[in-house]
């Protein structure tokens, strides 16, 4: 009873995160390891913050930049691919997109793509001329179409677009592909990539209350922090001081690798050193090859420039 009193309270920041979807539960990860602790009940449509004045709002993915847009939240992570559709469409009732793109967020990597049924010739844009395509997404198709000079009927379809030309309604599709295992089960195959679209942070960029703005600059400082650490290690090693340079060509996005000379080991030091991206075993091996001796790779748990 107080939590839903609190949650419609204006003092308090609200993000907008996918119901139920392909972004869901890397999204509340995200939430999670920028420290907020939250209960969700089942069904529950907003869950609010036990230790930070921040609110979950869980909606359909396509209604995040409209509630970001009519400032219902502060904050959204959405697609890419919704972010786009969106903008299109805002564009062409000329309405300004009021939603701004904080980062590109490490998760829900995905495809829009066009996929024709099994048996279609497909040979580039050009074989799309004069084919009916159902979409969700029909803005960027007319987009696509438009740079390629083509004519083509958009069939514009809520959802279920993968039964389309089995049903008679389309002759080919553009829709999100992850695994690929939506469209075998449809008897269609990958024909064009329209869109690379991943998870995408976005505020609104109406002025955020004064009350609010610290918890905004210290939430978004927190997600920039998570995701430089995802791919980033620390790495260890010993090695002759001599093997530096080669070493630090290596190291793969290091900054200024910390130098500690090891006692009575001769010119022998120690090298640690926070990587920007993974360490695979083949860097490792090249280091042993320029002499690095007791490499350890670790996680980096937490990162505040
Ligand atoms: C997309 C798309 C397909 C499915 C493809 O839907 O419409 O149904 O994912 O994924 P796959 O290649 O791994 O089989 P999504 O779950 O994103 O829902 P939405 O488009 O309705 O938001
Ligand atoms: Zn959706």
Not at 115 to 132: C, E, N, T, W
Not at 151 to 168: K, M, Q, T, Y
Not at 257 to 285: K, Q, S
């Amino acid at each position: 009873m107080g939590s839903e009193l609190n949650s419609t309270d204006p003092m308090r920041l609200k993000i907008a995160v996918q119901k139920n979807g392909r972004l869901t539960d890397s999204s509340l990860d995200l939430l999670s390891r920028c420290g907020l602790k939250y209960s969700r009940g089942k069904d529950q449509l907003m869950c609010y913050g036990e230790n930070m004045p921040l609110d979950v709002l869980f909606v359909r993915d396509d209604d995040i930049p409209d509630l970001v847009q009519e400032d219902v939240c502060d904050l959204g992570l959405v697609g890419l691919n919704v972010v786009q559709e969106k903008r299109l469409a805002f564009a062409a009732r000329a309405i300004a997109p009021l939603f701004e793109t904080v980062q590109l967020l490490d998760f829900g990597r995905c495809k829009l793509c066009i996929a024709v049924p099994d048996g279609f010739d497909y040979r580039g844009a050009q074989s799309l001329q004069g084919k009916r395509i159902a979409t969700t997404y029909p803005h960027i198709v007319g987009r696509f179409l438009a740079d390629h000079g083509i004519a083509a009927e958009v069939v514009v379809l809520s959802g279920s677009v993968e039964i389309a030309p089995r049903l008679g309604r389309a002759d080919l599709i553009c829709d999100l592909v992850s695994t690929g295992s939506t469209l075998a089960a449809n008897h269609l195959r990958h024909a064009e990539t329209v869109l690379d679209s991943q998870a995408v942070l976005i505020r609104t960029p109406v002025p955020i209350a004064p009350e609010k703005q610290e918890w905004t600059r210290r939430l978004l400082m927190r997600i920039d922090g998570v995701e430089q650490v995802k791919g980033s290690k620390y790495i260890m090693l010993h090695a002759p001081r001599s093997a530096l340079p080669a070493i630090a060509k290596l190291l793969p996005g290091s900054e200024a690798p910390t130098v500690i000379p090891l006692e009575g080991r001769g010119d022998r030091v120690a090298v640690h050193a926070v990587c920007r991206e993974n360490v695979f075993w083949e860097t490792l091996e090249e280091l042993k090859g320029v002499g690095a001796t007791s490499v350890l790779v670790l996680p980096v748990e937490k990162m505040l420039a």
